[in-house]
């Protein structure tokens, strides 16, 4: 609609009713290929997640030479809460399986995800926490994929502690829960502090500081204005999630209200 109302008013400065006419016609035809052109941008943008995203995640699932039932239902987990077509699904499973083979190039995967997230840091680490999220879904993130996941942290132009940070996230959000009335074990606390980001020494202002900071970067609603797609939404609500359990670990073992 703004488009062919600022045709129309050109043509009608220019030349009239007439010019209004075909200011207005010009105004739509513009229009309509803008919108096409950036529905076509999405389309593919979105292809190319779904590719990049399970083919990382294969390979992650065989580098330790073993891909388990858990990692495969956590795969088939994620293809839900991205709320992925029968036809996506079938992409993303055919992505998985080439990721598994001994010759996929993982670095050419990530670099082409790159490509897209660029100047885009929400969906980069959304992109980064699946993959922890996947290779975590036995209980245990081994050696060889927790170096596989740094490097392709690297690649993304993310760091280590990113990984460590995530990996503490998971931990301590699918930790059972203690005893009724008891402190939470050191372990969970331990792993609650390096998810939000701060040490153990640090003080309770800082530590309300650390977690707002990362709740507000991390918001469904801002991620969104920032160009997150709305596949990824449930993702980001589960890291809020994660956060909030983080914190809630810290303050019970500190007594905070």
Not at 5 to 32: K, M
Not at 163 to 168: D, G, R, W
Request: hydrophobic share 45%; no cysteine.
């Amino acid at each position: 609609m703004p488009f062919i109302v600022f045709g129309a008013f050109v043509g009608l400065l220019i030349g009239g009713f007439r010019g209004l006419i075909i200011g207005a016609a010009i105004g739509y035809a513009l229009g309509w290929a803008l919108r096409n052109m950036v529905l076509g941008r999405l389309h593919v943008a979105q292809s190319q997640l779904i590719e990049s995203a399970f083919s990382v995640m294969g390979a992650l699932a065989k580098a330790d030479r073993v891909v388990t039932r858990d990692e495969i239902q956590v795969a088939e987990t994620i293809m839900s809460r991205l709320h992925l077509s029968a036809e996506q699904r079938d992409v993303a499973k055919a992505a998985f399986n080439r990721g598994k083979a001994p010759d996929f190039n993982v670095d050419a995967a990530v670099d082409d995800f790159a490509r897209i997230g660029r100047g885009r840091g929400p969906l980069l680490h959304l992109f980064l926490q699946v993959q922890v999220m996947a290779v975590a879904a036995d209980g245990n993130v081994h050696a060889a994929e927790h170096d596989m996941l740094v490097r392709v942290a690297r690649r993304l132009g993310l760091t280590e502690s990113d990984v460590a940070q995530l990996e503490a996230l998971l931990r301590t959000a699918s930790a059972g829960p203690g005893a009724a009335g008891a402190p939470p074990p050191k372990r969970k606390v331990d792993d609650a502090y390096a998810a939000l980001g701060v040490s153990p020494g640090a003080s309770d202002a800082e530590l309300k500081r650390a977690y707002r900071r990362l709740m507000s970067q991390n918001h469904p609603d801002k991620l969104a204005s920032r160009g997150l797609p709305e596949s990824m939404r449930e993702l980001a609500e589960e890291r809020t999630r994660e956060i909030n359990t983080a914190y809630d670990l810290i303050k019970d073992s500190r007594n905070l209200v």
